[in-house]
Structure formats: structure tokens, C-alpha cells
């Protein structure tokens, strides 16, 4: 293939299908979503000249997992976003097959990308090579030949994803890999000069230490520190998409999951070691492979996938689109415990407000909306109860509370989407609950909580399925606030 011909074909589709993928009504309104074709993982999430830059794996050809570039997308305040030239296309020899997942680190007043360069012979053998990119603008970047050619001895080809880190003048990248005894595994390089990279070891996986058979491949590990606001003491995560878990229970009923551990990471062993369950971090239908990074406030924020791999039966494709990303959320710890927040900046797109407080026993329907935020209270519970999003003809989504078996329940399977299955959590008893929902035009993200746990899911309500209706089985004191979006 003529490389050329690379960024030609990209234009060519954009402006092939374009007005079509416009002209659907699932298109989001503050979710990161290609402009045609598929989008996947976020990449190379980073703060540089002072703008958020968000890379993430986009094929323009087709709604297919293939040809995958980095899109590129900047903002001031991770809501309103610019979309800039594709940084990354799979016009060099390493990444004929793809560009795929990565990370990016400013260093020295330039912004580095760390990525996996795809590569597939005739009989479809893989190659995978990790390389560097270099700007200093922020919009053209410099390829250097692969940092890394071959994967340590005992792996299969199957070595991707490297997020980056500095410590102390030091570079250190943590990858996905799998063994040769096919288990998913997180191996650790380092470099004193960002562009050598030398193999560590392997510090975490399946059949690694305490942890038994966890999946044949770890796809997008990240690594970082949180400082938990109780006590004080520094917690150190291991976060990582594992693939091949069964189903147990409410568990692990995506295809692939995601999740993180608390531990400690001991470079000098090297050892991630683990002290804590593999917690899935998302209780929705659609959130695999996310990111995070520590901005210049301080905050660790995390956007994922807003989808699943093989998972992705979703009606937008006849439009010649699929996938969108999450909204970005800040992560913390407290007494031992991970929360995931809204981000602060999520209060400036609030527009018109409605309100209601007192009593619900039945259904009450409280006002309209696509897309919007909306906080609801429900207090003196003793019953089921929840509310319906997006209701139309053939259309609503359920946020329930199952007061028998204490647990927060998610039901999208009426809409146009194929997937019928429920997602569940367990939350224990409860006096009240607080949900803070947010709702786009094909998703819906709800934290519980502040945060306790999140649920991230796209739907596919019908074009004028817009009202929004609160039930209670038993007389409920309900307290509702929900903002149009601007
Ligand atoms: C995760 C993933 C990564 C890979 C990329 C390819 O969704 O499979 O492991 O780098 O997507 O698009």
C-alpha cells in the first residue's frame, strides 16, 4: 500500500459520510465521538500549553476495528472540545496495521506519545512494535523508528498499550502482555532518556503471585498513585482491562472487564504487589480501556471507552459511526475506599433547571429531557423504587433500586439497541440514596453516591422518547433537581 494514499482515504470517507453520521440523532452532545467511523480507546491523555489534548483510536474507513489512527481532540476545560489533524495515521512501516493504544507525557516543554505500532504479515502473523512520537506544538508530530522491536523472551507478540510515567528523572512504562502459556500479564520498562527502553520484568497478571488464572491478555494497563484524603497514606493502583473472565454473579458480565487493584508498586523487584480484590471499576454495559492523567489542579481524571471489544451491536452503525468516550471523572480515595466524581467543570453547562420535591407512591411524571443532568434524593425508603430516563414509545431506560436484594440496578433493554441484559451492583441497606445522572443523546453515566460506584451504559432511545418519570412502590420522599444541558 502506497502511504500517500493513507491520509487521502481518511479525507475521502470523511467526506462520504459526513452528513449522514450528522444526521443521526444519537450523536452526542459532550462526549469525545469520532466525526465518522469507530473510535476506541483513549489515548495519550494530557495537559500541554495549557489545554487538555485527548488522543484516541479512530478508524475513519469504516465502523470496524481496523486502520486505526490516533485521533486528536483539544479543550480548556474537558467538556467543549476542538478536534485538531489526526496525529498518528498507519502510514509508516511499524504501524501499517494500526496505530494503537498509548500514552503521551510532556516533558521539557514538548509532548511525547508512547504507542504500539501494529504490524500483520500476509498470513496475518502479528508484530508489535512500541514507539515514540515528539511535538512541540501539539499538533504535528515527529515519529522516531520503534523503541522497542521484540517482546521479552516467554511473551507472545502481544505486547501493547505502554503508559508512561516519570519518577525522579526516570521514565517507566507499564504494558500489556500475554505469556506464552496465554495468560494476561503487565510487564515494566524503564528509560533514562525516553528514547532507549529497557525490560524491567513482569509485575502482575494471571498466575502471577496471589492471583490465579485472570485472563488470557491485559489490554491498557495504567498505573498511579492517590493520596487517600483520610488518612493521609499514599495508595498506589494497578488498573488494567483483563480479557477472558467468566461471569460470576452481578461480576464480570461484560465480555471484558475492567478494573483496578490497590497495591504497591516495588520497582526495584520489580512487583506490583496487590492488596486489594480486582474491584470492576464500572457497573455499566459499556466501559473498557480507560485513561488517566493528573492535571495541573491536582486532580487524577479518567476517561474510558464508553464500549466493550465484540460487544458492539449498536444501531448507530447503519449511520456509519459507533462509539463515544466517557465523560471525564475524577478519581479519589477515601478511608480506603475509591471514588469516582463529575468533574467541577460538569456545572457550567447547566441550563434551564427544574425541580421537584415531596412524595412519590406510583409513577410521577416530573419534566422532559435528552440531554441533561439531573440529581435526585430519594429518602424513608422502604420499597423499590427508581427512576425511568428517555421514556417514549418502545423507549425507556430504569435506574432502580431493588429494595429485597439492596441492589442498584441499571435496565436498558427497552430502546433500539440489541444487548437486553441488566447491569447490577450491591449497595447494602440503606436509609437514602443519591444519584447524580447524566444523560447524552445515546448514554447515560449514573454515580451513586458521590461516586461509591458509577455506571456507564449507551442506549438507544427511540427520536422522541424524552420524558422523565419517578416511581416508588411505597411512599418515598423524593428530592429532584435536573438541569437541560446548554
Ligand atoms: C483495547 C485495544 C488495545 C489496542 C487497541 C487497538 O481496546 O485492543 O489493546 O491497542 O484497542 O485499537
Not at 478536534?83 to 509508516?92: G, I, K, N, Q
Not at 456545572?347 to 406510583?362: C, D, H, L, W, Y
Amino acid at each position: 500500500m502506497d502511504f500517500k494514499q493513507v491520509k487521502e482515504n481518511e479525507e475521502k470517507a470523511v467526506l462520504k459520510n459526513k452528513n449522514v453520521v450528522d444526521s443521526d440523532f444519537w450523536r452526542q452532545k459532550y462526549h469525545i465521538q469520532g466525526i465518522v467511523g469507530l473510535i476506541n480507546d483513549p489515548n495519550g491523555f494530557s495537559q500541554f500549553n495549557g489545554e487538555y489534548h485527548m488522543f484516541y483510536q479512530w478508524n475513519p474507513l469504516s465502523t470496524e476495528h481496523k486502520n486505526k489512527t490516533w485521533a486528536h481532540s483539544k479543550s480548556h476545560d474537558l467538556l467543549h472540545w476542538e478536534r485538531c489533524e489526526t496525529a498518528l495515521r498507519p502510514d509508516t512501516w511499524y504501524s501499517k496495521n494500526g496505530v494503537y493504544s498509548g500514552s503521551g507525557i510532556v516533558i521539557d516543554g514538548k509532548l511525547y506519545l508512547f504507542y504500539t505500532g501494529n504490524v500483520k504479515d500476509a498470513e496475518g502473523n502479528r508484530e508489535s512494535y512500541q514507539c515514540i512520537a515528539v511535538s512541540e506544538d501539539g499538533e504535528h508530530f515527529d515519529r522516531w523508528e520503534p523503541s522497542i522491536v521484540n517482546q521479552p523472551d516467554g511473551y507472545t507478540r502481544h505486547i501493547r498499550d505502554p503508559k508512561i510515567w516519570e519518577k525522579d528523572g526516570k521514565y517507566y512504562a507499564v504494558l500489556g502482555i500475554q505469556s506464552e502459556k496465554l495468560e494476561g500479564k503487565v510487564v515494566l520498562y524503564s528509560s533514562e532518556n525516553i528514547k532507549n527502553w529497557k525490560f524491567e520484568g513482569e509485575i502482575a497478571g494471571a498466575n502471577h503471585g496471589k492471583l490465579k488464572d485472570f485472563g488470557f491478555m491485559w489490554e491498557c494497563p495504567d498505573y498511579f498513585q492517590l493520596k487517600d484524603e483520610k488518612t493521609g497514606k499514599i495508595i498506589d493502583l494497578l488498573v488494567a482491562s483483563p480479557q477472558g473472565l467468566e461471569p460470576q454473579g452481578d461480576l464480570y458480565n461484560n465480555k471484558y472487564q475492567t478494573g483496578y487493584f490497590f497495591g504497591k508498586l516495588d520497582y526495584e523487584k520489580p512487583e506490583f504487589e496487590i492488596r486489594s480484590e480486582f474491584v470492576e471499576i464500572d457497573r455499566g454495559h459499556d466501559f473498557y480501556a480507560p485513561q488517566s492523567m493528573e492535571d495541573n489542579k491536582g486532580r487524577r481524571i479518567v476517561v474510558g471507552w464508553m464500549g466493550v471489544p465484540e460487544d458492539e451491536d449498536f444501531p448507530t452503525v447503519k449511520n456509519e459511526w459507533i462509539h463515544c468516550l466517557t465523560l471525564p471523572r475524577k478519581l479519589k480515595v477515601r478511608d480506603g475506599k475509591l471514588y469516582q466524581e463529575p468533574i467541577s467543570e460538569m456545572v457550567s453547562i447547566r441550563g434551564e433547571k427544574i425541580e421537584f420535591e415531596g412524595f412519590v407512591k406510583g409513577e410521577k411524571e416530573i419534566g422532559k429531557g435528552k440531554t441533561y443532568e439531573l440529581i435526585v434524593k430519594f429518602s424513608d425508603i422502604s420499597s423499590d423504587f427508581g427512576l425511568k430516563l428517555r421514556v417514549g414509545k418502545n423507549s425507556e431506560t430504569v435506574v432502580k433500586f431493588d429494595f429485597e436484594d439492596k441492589k442498584l440496578v441499571l435496565d436498558r433493554s427497552c430502546g433500539a439497541q440489541a444487548d437486553k441484559s441488566v447491569r447490577k451492583v450491591f449497595l447494602g441497606d440503606r436509609k437514602d440514596l443519591e444519584l447524580r445522572i447524566f444523560v447524552d443523546n445515546s448514554s447515560i453515566e449514573v454515580f451513586v453516591n458521590n461516586g461509591e460506584e458509577v455506571f456507564s451504559s449507551r442506549i438507544f432511545p427511540l427520536e422522541n422518547a424524552d420524558k422523565i418519570i419517578v416511581f416508588a412502590e411505597n411512599e418515598t420522599k423524593v428530592k429532584l433537581e435536573k438541569w437541560e444541558w446548554q
